[in-house]
């Protein structure tokens, strides 16, 4: 099995920061990217950054461009969210979510993350 744990959630006020980790543990055969999700009460998760692991290339989605910065030390198996100017509308559940494809796509597509954490609660007031 793979494991997926997220950490460094709280509640903060506008304009904080705050920084998310999480671990990848199991039965790792390939990783083809990591990725952070969240979902607000009453709306649909949504794709909020991605990296890929052998390249370090990252994605961001547009409401989170220029304020969100994704990282990973591989070595740690572990991805990183750092999260400045933090916006009450970012307020929502965090998931961090594994891609282990073998082969890597060019986009990164939802259905290809298998494996997802129990989520870190994000509060912005």
């Known amino acids: 099995d793979v494991q997926l744990v997220e950490s460094g959630g709280g509640s903060v006020q506008a304009g904080g920061s705050l920084k998310l980790s999480c671990v990848v543990s199991g039965s790792i055969f390939s990783m083809c990217a990591m990725g952070w999700y969240r979902q607000a009460p009453g709306k649909e998760r949504e794709g909020v950054a991605a990296i890929y692991t052998f390249s370090g290339s990252p994605y961001y989605a547009g409401s989170v461009q220029g304020r969100f910065t994704i990282s990973q030390n591989n070595a740690k198996n572990t991805v990183y969210l750092q999260m400045n100017g933090l916006k009450p509308e970012d307020t929502a559940m965090y998931y961090c979510?594994?891609?282990?494809?073998?082969?890597?796509?060019?986009?990164?597509?939802?259905?290809?993350?298998?494996?997802w954490g129990q989520g870190t609660q994000v509060t912005v007031s």
């Open positions: 979510a594994a891609d282990t494809s073998r082969a890597c796509g060019m986009t990164f597509r939802e259905a290809d993350f298998r494996y």
